[in-house]
Structures are given as C-alpha cells and as structure tokens.
C-alpha cells in the first residue's frame, strides 16, 4: 500500500490491518536469509520487522480480533530469539570495529580471546533461531495472520474514523514516557525546581550508572515503544510530528549506547573474571570516556525535556493530526 493509498484509509480497523499486513511481509521477506545465515542485515530487518508487528498487534488489541497464536506474547518471545541473535552481531563488530585496532597489541591478544568465545556463543544462537523459525510457535503465527488479513475481525472500535481516535492511541504512551523515572536519574530539587547538575567528574556519573543505570535503561526502552507507535502514524502529521520522532529515537539512541558500554564491559569482566583494569587498562579506560561523553549528550536532552514547554509542544503536536487528509 503506498501513501497516497494510505491516506485513503479512514477507518481504524482499516489502518490497523494495513499495519499488520506491512509488518508482517517485511519480517517475512528476510526469513529465508536469516535461516540461512548470510547476512547479519537480514537478521536486524526482521527483527525490527517482529518488532514493529508487536507493536502494530498490542497498540491494536481492543481493535482487531487476533486467534491465540498471534498474540503479543508469541511475537515477543520470537523477537526476543532474534534478538540475542543479533545483540551478538552487535557486540561482534563493535569489538572489532570501536576497539580491536585502537588496542596496544597485548590488549588486542586478550580481546582475540573474548572473540573466539563470542563466536561459539553465536554458532548456538544462530542454531536457536533456525530452530525457533521452523518450530511451531512461529508457523502458527505466521499461519493465523495470514488467515486473519483475508477475513479480519474486528471490535465495535473498529468503525471510528482515526480523526476522531489518533490523539487517544497516542498520548496515552506519551504521557508514559514523559513520566518515566529515568528523567529524574541523578537530578536535584531546588526550591521546587528539577536541577540536572553539571560538572560532574567521571566518577560520580560511573557510581550514577552503577546505582541507577537500570532505571534509564528502562526509559530507552519505553522510548523505542513510543517511537514505534508514532512510526505507525507519520502520514497523518506533518513536520513538527517527524521533529518529535527524530527526538525520541535520539534519545533511545544515546541511552541505548550508554546501555550498550556497561554490557560489554560487564561481559568482558565475566570472561575474564577479573578488574578489567588488570588486563585491559586502555579499554577500560575506553568505556569510562565513552559514557563521559555520552552523559553530556543525555543531560542536554535531559534538561530540554524537564520543561514544561517541551512536554506541551509534544502533546500539542499529537493533539493535531492532518484532518483534512482524514476527514471523509
């Protein structure tokens, strides 16, 4: 379906279904190269094909009559597969590509080591995920909606026009990002005033992260739903909609990498059973730099989004989709 056919769409079921259906042809138009294990591309399509699926399937159930096996759980835990999957691609080059060639030579022979021990590790997840993409969880899955795109059910919901529903599917997981705890982490209150402090040596961020690092974890995470649900609805705003889209996935990045430097460091402390300091003084020096810098970049967001001018351009924006494209 191409966007100007898109845009003839009016009602909610009717969207819906186009969602389902999209997702589903791209996580399928990957299958066969990832069971194949050719390119690690076609494994990260897919899975942000699942992904998007799972969104369009939970943001959609009070609309759409789906059978069991296509449920939000099945998609996740298929999704999930795929993703240790591709977290290991992930780790893989990042090793190689962000830290191997910058190493002196006897931090490079240890890290070797850390590859050769990734490597076994993806051989059984690779064999995982060709089991799980010929298992029966997925087949049946993939099997009911199929049959559900050629004769979909719906819930009375269904027959409203999206002009009359799209600030109610969207600001609820808005509000749900906005209040999230993670914009508190490592914040003060000053008479009655959120301070994001500045200044802060390496230490105090490490010992921040060490203490509260799941909690921005988590935010990223509920940045990458709002994120995919707002991607569900980009031709029905106009710029001011996609600005807000960059923003949130900007943020899910930057959080996302700072996640992403305490795995590895914690994996490779696993490997090695040890300080990484007593084997890999430069890497460990690498990670500790490399969250510096990311820390910066999140308190500039973090402040942006502590005001409340912020926070009401953003509802602003989903309070006024283009209702002359979707006014009958």
């Not at 589903?24 to 390119?39: H, N, P």
């Not at 990458?224 to 899910?252: C, N, P, W």
């Not at 084997?279 to 409340?308: C, G």
């Amino acid at each position: 379906m191409n966007t100007s056919t898109q845009l003839e769409v009016k009602l909610l079921g009717e969207y819906a279904h186009f969602a389902i259906n999209k997702h589903l042809k791209k996580s399928l138009k990957w299958e066969l190269q990832v069971k194949q294990d050719k390119d690690p591309e076609a494994l990260h399509q897919m899975r942000v094909g699942m992904r998007r699926l799972r969104t369009a399937v939970s943001r959609f159930d009070s609309v759409i009559k789906l059978p069991k096996s296509a449920s939000d759980r099945n998609i996740g835990k298929i999704s999930r597969n795929l993703g240790s999957l591709r977290d290991i691609d992930v780790l893989k080059e990042t090793l190689e590509q962000k830290y191997v060639p910058y190493l002196p030579s006897e931090e490079q022979k240890y890290l070797q080591l850390a590859l050769d021990i990734l490597k076994k590790q993806r051989k059984k997840a690779v064999l995982e995920v060709q089991e799980t993409l010929k298992g029966e969880r997925y087949k049946s899955l993939v099997k009911s909606l199929k049959k559900w795109l050629e004769q979909p059910k719906y819930y009375p919901l269904a027959s409203l026009t999206l002009e009359n529903v799209l600030p109610d599917l969207l600001l609820p997981e808005v509000s749900i990002f906005m209040l999230h705890p993670g914009w508190l982490v490592a914040t003060q209150l000053e008479a009655d005033r959120i301070v994001v402090p500045t200044g802060w040596d390496k230490n105090q961020i490490e010992q921040s992260l060490a203490s509260q690092g799941k909690t921005i974890h988590d935010l990223r995470k509920q940045a990458k739903r709002l994120r995919y649900q707002m991607e569900l609805f980009t031709d029905r705003y106009g710029e001011s909609y996609q600005e807000h889209i960059a923003e949130v996935k900007s943020i899910q990045e930057v959080l996302g990498s700072i996640q992403d430097s305490m795995v590895l460091e914690k994996w490779l402390l696993d490997i090695f059973n040890s300080t990484l300091k007593d084997k890999m003084p430069t890497a460990s020096k690498f990670f500790i730099d490399n969250r510096y810098e990311l820390w910066k970049q999140w308190q500039s967001i973090q402040v942006k989004y502590l005001t409340p001018q912020t926070r009401y351009r953003f509802h602003s924006t989903m309070l006024n989709p283009k209702k002359s494209q979707i006014s009958a």
